[in-house]
């Protein structure tokens, strides 16, 4: 089993920042693909970004492209999603996520692991 814990959400005004954590744990076989996910009050969830816990090259949604960066820290276990200049459009409950081998990257059904989720709320 693979647990996903997120912390690191919060109230914040537009224009501020938040740095969001993952920590992965449980026994993982192989590498896995993680995710960042949101959904907002009444929407449905919506991805965000994602990277290969392995490295090589980040994805992103077009709204949060060049704001938000996500990030890995092997040695920890854990995912960052770094988000800056955040608006109120982004307030959200934001989601980890992880699978061996997602079919599509941006799709949740494509991911077998879930975090509870951390809320992210950007005053105007």
């Not at 991911?111 to 951390?118: D, S």
């Given at each position: 089993q693979v647990?996903?814990?997120?912390s690191g959400g919060g109230l914040v005004q537009a224009g501020g920042s938040l740095r969001l954590s993952c920590v992965v744990s449980g026994r993982i076989f192989g590498a896995l693909f993680m995710g960042w996910f949101r959904q907002a009050p009444g929407k449905e969830r919506e991805f965000v970004a994602s990277i290969w816990f392995g490295g090589g090259d980040a994805n992103y949604a077009d709204s949060v492209r060049g704001r938000f960066t996500i990030s890995r820290d092997n040695a920890k276990n854990t995912i960052y999603l770094q988000m800056n200049s955040l608006e109120p459009e982004d307030t959200a409950v934001y989601y980890c996520a992880a699978d061996p081998s997602p079919s599509l990257y941006d799709r949740g059904a494509s991911?077998?692991?879930?975090?509870?989720?951390?809320q992210v709320t950007v005053s105007s």
């Open positions: 647990q996903l814990v997120e991911y077998r692991y879930w975090g509870r989720g951390t």
